[in-house]
């Protein structure tokens, strides 16, 4: 079973910057848009931005321009660096990978989830 690690999510003031990862790792698969979501308390869970196998992204409008999100497919790894962080970005951020993966003699449907990662913008 494909496992997805995050990592970077921390402390961090107003116009402050971090840098999300996530490996995804386990078993043999093949990733086609991986993507980084976030929840709020007390709201639902919203994309924040996706990127294909050829390289095609995909923001919420309220982070265009401040996030990018880049991956490296020979490490299985998506990155989301985070620039001119407002308190609005608060949030647990979760990482996702869809694709398909090899399980017992067969290929299925991949659509997997991160464990989360908080992201805290405090003044």
């Known amino acids: 079973q494909v496992q997805l690690v995050e990592s970077g999510g921390g402390l961090v003031q107003p116009g402050g910057s971090l840098r999300l990862s996530c490996a995804a790792s386990?078993?043999?698969?093949?990733?086609?848009?991986m993507g980084w979501y976030r929840q709020a308390p007390g709201k639902v869970r919203e994309l924040v931005a996706t990127?294909?196998?050829?390289?095609?992204?995909n923001y919420q409008d309220s982070v265009k321009g401040r996030f990018t999100i880049s991956r490296d497919d020979a490490k299985n790894t998506v990155y989301l660096q985070m620039n001119s962080l407002k308190p609005e970005d608060t949030a647990v951020y979760y990482c996702?990978?869809?694709?398909?993966?090899?399980?017992?003699?067969?290929?299925?449907?991949?659509?997997?989830w991160g464990q989360g990662t908080q992201v805290t913008v405090y003044s």
């Open positions: 386990g078993g043999i698969f093949s990733i086609n848009t």
């Open positions: 996702n990978a869809n694709g398909r993966q090899y399980i017992a003699l067969s290929w299925r449907v991949m659509d997997n």
């Open positions: 990127i294909t196998k050829g390289g095609s992204t």
